[in-house]
């Protein structure tokens, strides 16, 4: 799931992909 995915999301959805896309867009910016 992309962040865009988790904003359109409803609200319940958006809180947990968040938690899990957090990791993942950490790792991401820290890469770059």
Not at 9 to 26: M, Q, R, W
């Amino acid at each position: 799931m992309t962040l865009t995915e988790a904003i359109r999301a409803p609200d319940g959805s958006v809180v947990a992909s968040l938690c899990t896309t957090d990791t993942v867009a950490h790792n991401h910016i820290t890469t770059k």
